[in-house]
Structure formats: structure tokens, C-alpha cells
């Protein structure tokens, strides 16, 4: 069986009454690390990450009904992950009053408190430059560098054009190699 | 279609090294969480939903007690306009005037010609009156006794000149 035919199953199963909750735990099981980092690198936070992810799961559970399966589940999962972790620094940005560049100060913020970063100097510096990107340009860059998913599967995810994702991507790069250099 | 598999190929590869970004989690994080969210979703299920909650009897009644308050505010309206139509309308109340010298601080109340009640019965039997009325009976001593009481002597002063 594919794995295409797989997904298929365990959707008819997420929406079959008496196969529902061992549906959800093979798809929480299969799907939980690849949202969590997808996640945890747009909030910084290990606290905000874990709300989101159990957000995002909750909304799995209520909307499988109408889940019409015209995208892929790992799209339409990561798309509400990402929908859901806009929503969440948005409403930071809100609520902390906070300029163009505020969600930047919060990350940054975030980073430098977080107890769960390991990693070495160079990661660090990586992070700074990218914490300090706009929010877009971030999500695209982490899809790309970290996550190393292909154009079309991003646009698919993102809902945006390959050639909108390059010129992002593109930008992204730039200011980081500027951050490095001293410039940006 | 392809696309579809690859995907469904990466998320089957281990997890790439460089995908964590030196971010770390606690230990056993993702042993626990599907059971975490269980206890989440137990939860929720157990709540019932905030708009559904504050549903009270003002819900349900709200279209017919918008319906009560627009003919309430409807027969207010009709009620005022026909008192303010009768005659009995202004009994009471003391109209002013400006001041002869012009003057809109000095307000002068103007004669209370409505200071008694008329019922429509009165009202009417004085109509009758008034087309009854023989000129040869308004006599002096009548007429003298009318401008004493309605007309003040500047008044009276004035329309003699």
C-alpha cells in the first residue's frame, strides 16, 4: 500500500465514528515532530510551540469532517500550523503594542531566555540573523534551509506562487549574509 | 501526485539534524504529548462551547423583545403626537417671547390662553357658540371687561394711537 493510499485510509478512518480516536493517535504520533520544529522555529519558545502544536491538533480533531482532501494531509497540516503561528505573533504584536520590527524585538527576546537551545555559536548567530527577518521571509527561509522542502511543496503549503517563494527566499539570504558581515 | 510522495517520503526519513536549529526539547516530550493532548480534548469535550454556554433565555427571546421595544417606541410616538395635537396640550406650560427692547435675556411669559381645561364637548358647544354670536349683544360694559382681563394697558395704550 502507498503512501498516498495510507493517508487516504487513515482520513476515512479520522472520520469514521467508532475508528476516530485510534485515527487521531496514529496521525498525532506520525505527524508531531515535523509540526513541532515547523512550529518551534517560527515562535522561538518551547511553550509557545507546545500551545500552537496542541492547537493545531484540536483543529485537526473538529475540522476532519471537513477536510474535502483537495490538498494532501501534510499540506493541509502544515498550513494550519503555519496559519495558526502567524495568528499567535500577530496577536503578540498587537497586544505588546509593538512596531513593524516588534515581532523581531519578541523572538529575539524569546531566543536569548529560552532554556531549550543547545546549539553552537555559529547556530546562534544563524538564528539572531534569521529571528530578525520579516515574518514571511522567516517562514520561507526555515522551509527551505532547515527544512530543505522543495519550492512546490512550499507554495502549496504557503498558497503562493514558486516564483514569489525564490524572491523571498532570495531577500532572506541576503540580509543574512549582510547580518554576518556586520551590515544588517 | 509526485509531489504528494515526496512528501510523504520526507516525513518518513529520520528527522534531519539541521531541521532543530539547535533548539532542544524536554526530555520525553514527544512520548507525552499525544497523551497531554488527549487529556486537552477530553477536556474540551467536557466544556461545553463559550457562545453555546452564555446561550441563556435572552437569546432565544431576543427577536420578540426587539418586536415589543419597536411598537412600545412606536405607540410612545403615536401618543405624544396626538397630545401634542389637542388642545390641552400646552395647558400649563408658558411660552416667552422676546422682550420689547429686543433684548433675548429678557424673556417675557406670554398670556396663558390655555390655563383651564376644555373637554371636546366644551370645545365644540363654544364653536357653536361663536357662530351663534350677535354683534348688537357685545356691549361696552362686555367689551371693557374682556381688554381688562386679556390685554395689558401698554397693549391698549398702543392700539389707540
Redesign the interface.
Known amino acids: 500500500m502507498g503512501m498516498i493510499d495510507k493517508d487516504k485510509e487513515l482520513i476515512a478512518d479520522l472520520k469514521t465514528e467508532g475508528k476516530r480516536e485510534m485515527a487521531f493517535q496514529s496521525l498525532v504520533k506520525s505527524y508531531q515532530e515535523r509540526l513541532y520544529w515547523h512550529i518551534r522555529k517560527m515562535v522561538v519558545s518551547h511553550d509557545d510551540a507546545d500551545d500552537l502544536m496542541q492547537n493545531v491538533f484540536i483543529k485537526v480533531w473538529k475540522n476532519i469532517d471537513n477536510f474535502r482532501e483537495d490538498s494532501s494531509l501534510f499540506t493541509w497540516l502544515f498550513r494550519i500550523a503555519t496559519n495558526e503561528s502567524l495568528s499567535f505573533l500577530q496577536q503578540k504584536k498587537r497586544r505588546n503594542l509593538l512596531s513593524i520590527d516588534g515581532t523581531s524585538e519578541y523572538l529575539v527576546e524569546s531566543f536569548e531566555s529560552d532554556a531549550h537551545f543547545e546549539g553552537d555559536e555559529l547556530q546562534k548567530k544563524l538564528q539572531l540573523a534569521v529571528l530578525k527577518l520579516p515574518d514571511k521571509q522567516r517562514i520561507v527561509f526555515n522551509m527551505k534551509y532547515y527544512d530543505e522542502m522543495k519550492y512546490e511543496e512550499m507554495a502549496e503549503i504557503l498558497n503562493t506562487s514558486v516564483g514569489a517563494l525564490k524572491a523571498s527566499y532570495h531577500h532572506a539570504v541576503k540580509k543574512i549574509e549582510a547580518h554576518f558581515e556586520g551590515e544588517y | ?1 509526485v ?10 526519513k529520520s ?2 539534524p ?9 526530555d520525553g ?2 512520548d507525552s ?2 497523551d ?3 487529556i ?2 477530553n477536556r ?1 469535550k467536557a466544556t461545553p462551547a463559550p457562545r453555546e454556554a452564555t446561550k441563556g433565555w435572552i437569546f432565544y427571546l431576543k427577536p420578540a423583545l426587539s418586536v415589543a421595544a419597536g411598537l412600545a417606541l412606536l405607540l410612545t410616538l403615536s401618543v405624544f403626537f396626538m397630545e401634542s395635537q389637542s388642545p390641552t396640550f400646552h395647558a400649563g406650560k408658558e411660552p416667552a417671547v422676546m422682550a420689547p427692547n429686543g433684548n433675548s435675556d429678557d424673556l417675557l411669559p406670554l398670556p396663558n390662553v390655555f390655563a383651564y381645561t376644555v373637554t371636546d364637548g366644551q370645545f365644540f358647544s363654544a364653536l357653536t357658540d361663536m357662530e351663534e354670536y350677535d354683534e348688537s349683544k357685545l356691549s361696552k360694559d362686555v367689551l371693557a371687561d374682556y381688554l381688562a382681563t386679556n390685554c395689558s394697558d401698554f397693549e391698549i395704550l398702543n392700539a389707540s394711537k
Open positions: 501526485m509531489m504528494k510522495e515526496n512528501m510523504k517520503h520526507r516525513m518518513n528527522e534531519l539541521k531541521q532543530r536549529a539547535g533548539y532542544t526539547v524536554p516530550y514527544f504529548f499525544a497531554r493532548l488527549e486537552r480534548i474540551e
